[in-house]
């Protein structure tokens, strides 16, 4: 079983301590069991992610007006790690809930909008799903294809979007599309689309390397009647609020990385101790020592940068820079602990029995998603010169 660390620098609160506590007993209660057999099937954990809602775990930052745990970021990111320790495919649609569409709605939704989707999402009632990539633009949020043409009192939605997590389980997406094409960015909308809409299909699930236990997919939307009071913002407000929610959504795959990192570590730390090569363990080689405090050097680093992350959001200062930095170093640490992980175990590494291969396979979307390491550096880099 894995277990916890803290960063000595900032000094956790009881309350925080509280909830990491919860989410590294419920990662190793509940979800330990039975991650193997979920990856490899890639079986969507449905009753898992229901015990997360009713933990106060798929709406933490939200306000208990909405039903949500009214939390700090440095919460969500204790939880996180500890979720993704042992199950990326949990984190990643615990994330994509709370960091972009619950934190999108409550940020900058009508009262209306909130009352109506908060609710279920913090409960775990119903998933979100945020829909930004398509064929032809993944990272270039500026490209959208997807059009969502005025009609008066409606918009009409055609198009496609890729790469969305829980893109077949999901009840509301919010749908990046371009209403004035000639207005560029300015001319892009946020719509709230709901599952069942006369018009919009989901495609069948990709077979992914890794988080196969979360279902990811394709969105196509033909001529579908998206009224205009589910558009969040004003018009034009949607390449705003793409930017605004993926900069948040950031900290969440930073810490999603850390888990991972720290879950191949802890794995790595204890077979090492148990297992023996030349008489003694291998812990005693100095040639794993060497690798075991790269490890603890890398993630500790990784943990700072995501708690600083996390702080500079509830201090409500910019965290442009910080989140990119946090997912930028913990992606790469992340995958590069787990594949140390692999070396650690040796054989035993390269089968699904001891962990590690999955969390190999896990650790590569983190420098995928929410923009590659070269968006990030491009993020970082703005930030600097300005």
């Not at 709406?59 to 969500?76: F, K, L, N, Q, R």
């Not at 279902?215 to 407000?237: A, H, Q, W, Y």
Request: aromatic letters at 8%; one cysteine or more.
């Amino acid at each position: 079983m894995l277990t916890t660390t803290q960063s000595s620098i900032f000094q956790l609160t009881e309350e925080q301590l509280a909830v990491q506590a919860a989410a590294r007993d419920f990662a190793q209660s509940e979800l330990w069991a039975g991650v193997i057999e979920r990856d490899e099937h890639q079986k969507f954990p449905a009753e898992q992610i229901k015990k997360m809602g009713e933990l106060g775990f798929m709406g933490m930052m939200v306000s208990p007006e909405y039903g949500g745990g009214g939390m700090d970021t440095v919460s969500y990111v204790l939880a996180m790690e500890e979720i993704s320790k042992v199950d990326a495919s949990c984190s990643v649609i615990m994330s994509v809930n709370n960091s972009l569409v619950c934190w999108g709605l409550e940020k900058y939704g009508t009262e209306e909008q909130k009352r109506k989707y908060l609710p279920g999402l913090t409960s775990g009632a119903i998933i979100g799903a945020f829909a930004l990539s398509e064929p032809e633009a993944g990272s270039d949020a500026t490209s959208q294809r997807t059009t969502a043409e005025d009609k008066g009192d409606y918009y009409l939605l055609n198009g496609t979007k890729n790469w969305i997590t829980n893109g077949t389980t999901a009840s509301v997406y919010l749908v990046i599309a371009q209403t004035n094409p000639e207005l560029k960015h300015r001319g892009i909308n946020v719509l709230i689309v709901e599952k069942g809409m006369d018009g919009f299909q989901t495609g069948p699930k990709e077979n992914k390397l890794g988080i196969r236990g979360s279902d990811t997919c394709s969105l196509m939307f033909n001529d579908v009647k998206v009224p205009k009071e589910n558009r969040i913002g004003e018009d034009g407000f949607g390449f705003k609020f793409a930017m605004q929610v993926l900069a948040g959504g950031r900290i969440g795959i930073a810490s999603q990385a850390l888990g991972i990192a720290s879950g191949a570590y802890e794995l790595s730390l204890k077979y090492a101790k148990e297992r023996k090569a030349f008489g003694v363990p291998i812990s005693q080689h100095q040639a794993i020592q060497f690798k075991l405090a790269d490890m603890a050097t890398n993630i500790d680093a990784a943990r700072l940068l995501c708690l600083q992350a996390a702080y500079d959001k509830d201090m409500h200062q910019d965290y442009a820079k910080s989140g990119a930095m946090a997912k930028l170093f913990a992606s790469k640490v992340a995958m590069d602990t787990a594949v140390e992980a692999v070396q650690i175990h040796g054989g035993y590494g390269f089968v699904k029995e001891y962990h590690v291969e999955r969390l190999m396979r896990d650790a590569k979307i983190t420098q995928i998603y929410e923009g590659t390491s070269e968006i990030q550096k491009i993020v970082i880099s703005r930030e600097i010169l300005k």
